[in-house]
């Protein structure tokens, strides 16, 4: 369905909501929904028992008559009111003309009105001198005066959504990777041309401002990036979405490369401030830890109560999200940690200076830093704070805005839904099931039901090393009263598979949340899936390993539950502001209309379309000279940050990611490696017909991964050996580019000719760099792994390079090795095994234990079983790269065919069937000029 389509219809479907008539507020795709809903055997029976019988109203009706004490007093006034109607008109009833008037109209379009804004907050914001303006306060100038402008929207389309009780998504998410914001926010504002003009006629180049602005950079990789693009395509869509993660004070590290090594250094990206951001002081939330549970008696019934520990307040900071051509504009909501108090004044008074302020630091210290983990788990206390410091403050926040509404537990799952961006955020599902049962005293029953309505879990992982698990002890500990529900949750759920399947202990232990070792572990994909609605995977492939291996005794369980959403990336970032060059030449043959942008499917016709008008060619050539661009800004940026020359003219092969064993940077090691040696062996003439190559290296390790670690070392000590060898750099160079992130990203990605997605089949659950590549034109050297076989779908097998073992064949193998065999190492491979053992590129004894490894059955990634194959693909690459016009012709032809990947499609389909809610859009204020 097209965006305008699915506006249409919810305009249609929207209207008349909020009129004492809450059905309407259920579309009718959830109305068939709630039929159909919850096939799952055990679930589905307990489902009809009976409908809830417990809600604030009726809880309120029921109010003991006789004398209560003075606490229950003050929590039956709390929930009375709930429901209560305000009766004082608010600041904004009251002044409503007034304010209309009075708040000026911020939307700067032409050359002078920006040029005034711009200088207005470089004056007044910043409190800077005109007499001495740098590029660094003419970006947060420029960046504050359409902060401005997306924060009347975003308040705007909050109330407009509320309005019209409309169900939102709350996505929360422990990474939200956003990259830089400035032009993605003038793009999406269509202001970017007006911005650049403005700035042009004050003597600074747009570009330079882009620049300034540090990543904001609060993620690893792929499932943080993820996050960031799915909040620009709910935007996009007029959904209403919300995303909730953690303000860190320090993202992911910087990495430099020292002596061949990565080292890393912290990344203040506040440094400077951040122009988006603005602190929500009115709403703050208390959140505990430690201390003890006890048993309390409310209306003769017994409860139970968190008490005692320490407690810390959560204030957001919220960042407006625009979407692209639409006035809405979503929040995401990042929390930072603060003490209660500012310090402690009753130490300070007695002379005890620095323990008044230890609380202040350590409550500080909980949103301080990101963990650098990439697919692993950061088994530490510290970040099991943060999970439950997240999880607690948006539970708190979604509950409170509830509250406004006014409508009985019972419907939360109609106004709410709330994804969980893989297990980190598992938390927020125990949090929202005690908040009910211990604050509002709902039974278990009614409870969970309410929490397995509202909750869905996406899983982005099938690697054992990343599921999540905590040990009892340190949730006992920490977090005493969610232990008791977790055991809860645990029991009620077993019981029913006790009854599906008597004597059966192997089903309990595996479906079991807790891991009967010692001490006892918590499973938090478990829990997940034992508690929510839908549960996903990223990509085909993954989601089907999913049910057939991972989960699949939940699966037979429960297939319904089980789902698919093929990840996609936003074409705003990763094809207009990464490839600008292109975008414009998209625009240009599309009627001169950038449409396409929001709907990338447009592009589809564009082939035939210039092929029809002849001006196929003509297009052609620009498209040329729009990748040379793009090519020559890499060079420039490896120029200057490696300070290697490379030529543009040379075939770019590009493999940028974390660096992770499964992801097998070292088989493209490998692969250089003999490429050396080939060439060393060559003549003249043969060298001569040579296709000319960089490979070029990105991507940073967890700092304690060794391994990892060793492959960055041991590329950057190849790479300086051919590099300076000048029998072979006429031909081939390799460089491994520093700090991999965001912003250089945006430079690196269209500048390939051929990227490489090579991972061992069935453990890359999607990727999403493959899509960005071949969106800007190049194409894929890579496994039937993850996205990968549904790109190949989309744009044909014959546009893609697919080598190596099958899914299949790789569990075979591992089987095999398993059993002892051990013949699978070939002459090619041999060889380079021999350059490294002998130290030919300089000391690489710290590989040696690995390479042992990996003869002796050690090859779990089967690198070595898809070595030969590898270089048979190369070579098909390299011979096909002679052939430029037709590689081009290809690389077009695969843009036009990236339709499917875009996040709006994702979004769309969450929407549909898995959040079931509608586009609502938000009518421009006739007050915004
Ligand atoms: C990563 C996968 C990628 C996938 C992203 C986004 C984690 C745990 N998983 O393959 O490794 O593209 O998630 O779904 O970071």
Redesign the pocket.
């Known amino acids: 369905m097209s965006k305008e389509e699915l506006n249409k219809e919810s305009k249609e479907e929207n209207i008349n909501v909020n009129e004492n008539n809450e059905d309407n507020i259920l579309s009718k795709n959830e109305k068939d929904d709630e039929n159909n809903e919850e096939n799952d055997e055990i679930e589905d029976k307990e489902e009809k028992e009976e409908n809830i019988k417990t809600d604030l109203i009726k809880i309120d009706k029921e109010k003991p008559k006789e004398k209560k004490s003075k606490n229950i007093n003050n929590q039956l006034t709390k929930i009375k009111n709930h429901t209560k109607k305000e009766s004082k008109p608010s600041f904004y009833e009251i002044n409503k003309e007034k304010l209309n008037l009075l708040i000026p109209k911020l939307f700067p379009k032409d050359k002078t009105s920006i040029q005034k804004s711009i200088l207005s907050h470089i004056e007044h914001t910043l409190g800077s001198s005109k007499y001495d303006i740098k590029n660094s306060s003419l970006f947060f100038s420029t960046s504050s005066t359409i902060k401005n402008i997306l924060l009347s929207r975003m308040k705007t389309t909050e109330e407009f959504i509320t309005k019209k009780g409309a169900k939102k998504i709350h996505y929360m998410s422990i990474e939200f990777l956003l990259g830089r914001l400035l032009q993605n926010s003038l793009v999406c504002l269509e202001l970017e041309n007006n911005y650049k003009e403005a700035l042009f006629d004050l003597g600074v180049k747009l570009e330079e401002l882009y620049d300034e602005e540090k990543d904001p950079a609060l993620g690893n990789?792929?499932?943080g990036r993820?996050a960031a693009c799915y909040m620009d395509s709910l935007s996009t869509m007029n959904y209403p979405g919300y995303g909730y993660g953690i303000r860190y004070d320090y993202g992911i590290f910087r990495q430099v490369i020292q002596n061949f090594e990565q080292k890393e250094l912290p990344d203040y990206w506040l440094k400077n401030g951040n122009p988006w951001e603005s602190i929500n002081l009115d709403t703050k939330y208390t959140i505990r830890f430690y201390g003890y549970c006890r048993d309390s008696i409310v209306n003769g019934k017994k409860y139970r109560k968190w008490c005692g520990g320490d407690e810390i307040l959560a204030i957001p900071y919220d960042i407006p999200i625009p979407g692209f051509k639409t006035y809405n504009c979503n929040a995401l909501r990042l929390w930072k940690s603060f003490p209660i108090e500012e310090f402690n004044f009753d130490m300070f008074n007695k002379g005890d200076f620095s323990s008044s302020i230890n609380d202040k630091n350590s409550a500080n210290y909980i949103t301080s830093v990101l963990y650098p983990n990439?697919?692993s788990l950061n088994g530490r206390e510290l970040r099991l704070k943060q999970e439950y410091f997240f999880c607690s403050a948006t539970i708190q926040d979604i509950i409170k805005k509830y509250k406004k509404l006014k409508l009985p537990w019972k419907d939360f799952h109609k106004y709410n839904c709330i994804q969980l961006n893989?297990t980190h955020p598992t938390l927020a599902i125990i949090e929202l099931l005690r908040i009910l049962m211990d604050e509002y005293y709902l039974d278990y029953k009614d409870a969970f039901k309410i929490v397995k309505k509202s909750f869905n879990y996406t899983n982005?992982?099938v690697l054992p090393e990343?599921l999540e698990k905590w040990g009892a002890d340190i949730f006992k500990k920490i977090l005493p009263r969610h232990l008791e529900l977790i055991y809860l949750v645990n029991f009620v759920f077993l019981e029913k598979i006790k009854i599906k399947y008597p004597n059966n202990n192997e089903k309990l232990s595996k479906l079991s949340i807790i891991e009967e070792s010692n001490p006892k572990q918590i499973r938090m994909a478990n829990l997940c899936i034992i508690s929510s609605n839908k549960v996903n995977g990223?990509a085909k492939i993954h989601s089907n390993l999913i049910r057939k291996k991972l989960f699949n005794d939940f699966y037979e369980l429960s297939p319904k539950k089980f789902t698919n959403v093929t990840?996609g990336v936003t074409p705003r970032r990763w094809i207009h502001c990464a490839f600008p060059e292109l975008s414009n030449l998209l625009t240009e043959y599309n009627d001169n209309k950038n449409d396409w942008l929001g709907e990338l499917d447009i592009l589809m016709d564009l082939p035939d379309k210039l092929t029809k008008s002849s001006k196929k060619k003509e297009f052609m050539e620009k498209y040329k000279k729009a990748k040379l661009c793009a090519k020559l800004r890499l060079k420039n940026y490896v120029k200057k940050y490696c300070d290697i020359d490379i030529d543009e003219h040379f075939m770019f092969d590009i493999m940028v990611k974390r660096i992770h064993e499964y992801k097998r940077q070292f088989l493209n090691c490998l692969y250089c490696v003999y490429k050396y040696l080939s060439i060393k062996k060559m003549t003249m003439e043969e060298k001569m017909k040579l296709n000319k190559r960089v490979t070029f290296f990105g991507g940073k390790s967890a700092p304690g991964y060794i391994l990892a670690k060793n492959i960055i070392k041991l590329i950057n000590i190849i790479a300086n050996k051919i590099n300076n060898d000048e029998e072979v750099n006429p031909y081939f160079k390799m460089i491994f580019i520093p700090d991999y992130k965001v912003s250089t990203a945006e430079i690196i990605i269209p500048a390939a000719d051929i990227s490489q997605h090579i991972s061992t089949a069935g453990t890359?659950?999607?990727?999403?760099s493959c899509m960005k590549f071949v969106m800007t034109g190049s194409i894929i050297l890579g496994t039937s792994d993850?996205a990968n076989i549904e790109i190949a779908e989309e744009i044909g097998e014959n546009n893609i390079f697919l080598f190596g073992k099958k899914v299949d064949e790789v569990a075979q193998i591992r089987e095999e090795l398993k059993n002892g065999k051990r013949n699978y190492i070939s002459d090619n491979l041999k060889e380079c095994f021999d350059a490294l053992y002998l130290n030919k590129f300089g000391d690489t004894n710290f590989i040696h234990d690995y390479l042992n490894g990996l003869q002796n059955g050690g090859d779990y990634y089967c690198t070595c079983h898809d070595f030969e194959e590898y270089i048979k693909i190369q070579e098909k690459v390299d011979k096909e790269y002679q052939d430029k016009e037709k590689w081009d012709n290809i690389c077009f032809e695969n843009i036009c065919h990236m339709g499917f990947f875009s996040s709006d499609r994702c979004v769309q389909n969450y929407a549909n069937d898995i959040w079931k809610i509608k586009p609502i859009e938000v009518p421009k204020p006739d007050d915004e000029n």
Not at 764 to 768: L, M
């Open positions: 990789g792929g499932l993820l990439d697919n893989d982005h992982t990343a990223v990840n890359e659950a999607s990727g999403t993850g």
